[in-house]
């Protein structure tokens, strides 16, 4: 497999060519496609894989009996899924994971790590670089809490779409969620977000079309 490219992800920082290849033989990695839609992970499951997105983006899912979806969050390329679960094999996975197109994932088998290898320069740096993921993947779920807090769906709209603006940092951007998952995102009603979105663009806080936004700063 080409490290050139998985140098630049958070996992294989800071490791050289035959350290990622030694890392990659050690974890048993493989390389698997799915199609969009395609469920990844089940929630049930046990695992000590982690996915690696080398193309494309996976979505984080809750989804109960009764067909209601909640969406967690999204995992474009570059980006990992199910570490946690990876780490702790022996429990269950609380979420589905699918696909959010069609991409390619590089699997990784963590479970067990750190009890079985002898010590060695990439594990601890793939150690510390776990970490960070963790660090990382925390930022994003308080993120999602700080989103779903406001009573109303004006607010959970305002506060996830000036938090992507800020991470961006520009006011004109795309959203990696469509309509539905959106909704499913922040805890609302499909329907009702909608009619908020249109009210929000008759009063001229924003523009938008599909998944692209255009916040509207109000007039001095």
Known sequence: MDTNSLHQTL??????????RLCLATLYASEKK????????H???????????????????????WGNCTILSHVPTGQFFAET?????????????????????????I???FGKLPPSAWKEKLTGNLLLIS???NL??????????PKSARGRILSYLNTVSLQKR?????????????????????????????????????ECRKNHFRLIRPKE
């Open 11 to 20: 996992l294989f920082q800071r490791m050289s060519d035959d350290e990622i």
């Open 34 to 41: 799915f199609r969009k839609g395609q469920i990844i992970f």
């Open 43 to 65: 929630a049930g499951d046990l695992t000590d894989r982690m996915g690696l997105v080398l193309s494309g983006s996976v979505t984080i899912e809750s989804n109960d009996l």
């Open 85 to 109: 679960y990876a780490l702790l094999p022996e429990e269950v996975m609380l979420v589905d994971v699918r696909a959010n197109e069609d991409c390619r994932i590089l699997f990784l088998t």
């Open 111 to 113: 479970g067990g790590l």
């Open 135 to 137: 660090a990382h993947k």
């Open 140 to 149: 994003t779920l308080s993120g999602r809490s700080f989103h779903t807090s």
């Open 170 to 206: 520009t006011a004109e951007f795309d959203i990696p969620f469509d309509r539905q998952q959106l909704a499913d995102y922040l805890n609302l009603e499909r329907t009702n977000m909608s009619k908020e979105l249109t009210r929000m663009k008759r009063d001229g806080i924003l």
